[in-house]
């Protein structure tokens, strides 16, 4: 089907698709955090403002430090059978296991206090965080964000920090 300005009606699909999305029960009181409980965040000791020259303002420094993907795939199937999960999902497909301090910021590599199942869909998924993590990347390798604020963001709030940095405002 063609709208009058000639676009496809697959736009209007996809908004009442993200609509669908954000109003279901699995994402209705999913804040896009993860529980700081177990997941509080932890950092590399290797990766100090001091040392972000040689760490991770250097091109392929996050695929020499990323844990294998077995790992990874292990520590999302063990949390989401914890209960972990989002809706009760435990679909491993519907979750990247993240680093909640991006390995790319300085966050520990293999620490399961820095990797969570974050869901991959709604308003509040792993594409949101990694727009902001390639971000405040940005700004701290170009010397304009300090390494330490960069980490607070997402020991803190990182849903604050998208609002603030990638939405350009306030998080209040």
């Known amino acids: 089907m063609r709208l009058r300005n000639g676009r496809s009606a697959l736009i209007f699909t996809g908004v009442v698709s993200v609509a669908c999305l954000l109003s279901s029960p699995a994402y209705a009181d999913f804040n896009g955090l993860p529980n700081s409980a177990r997941t509080p965040g932890a950092l ?3 990766v100090t403002q001091a040392t972000i020259g040689q760490t991770i303002c250097v091109a392929g420094y996050t695929t020499s430090v990323r844990p294998p ?3 990874t795939h292990a520590l999302k199937v063990a949390q989401l059978a914890s209960g972990y999960t989002v809706g009760g999902s435990t679909a491993t497909a519907d979750y990247e296991e993240d680093h909640l301090v991006p ?3 300085g966050g520990s ?4 206090k820095n990797l969570w199942p974050q869901p991959w869909a709604g ?3 792993a594409r949101q965080k990694d ?3 390639n971000a405040l990347h940005r700004l701290v390798c ?3 964000l300090p390494l330490a604020t960069a980490q607070r963001v997402f020991e803190q709030n990182w849903v604050a920090g998208y ?3 990638i939405l350009g405002r306030s998080a209040g």
């Open 44 to 46: 590399s000791a290797s």
């Open 109 to 112: 590599p293999t620490s399961p």
């Open 123 to 125: 308003p509040l998924g």
């Open 103 to 105: 390995l790319e910021l």
């Open 142 to 144: 170009s010397g304009q």
């Open 131 to 133: 727009a902001l993590e």
């Open 163 to 165: 609002r603030q940095y």
């Open 69 to 71: 993907q077995s790992y």
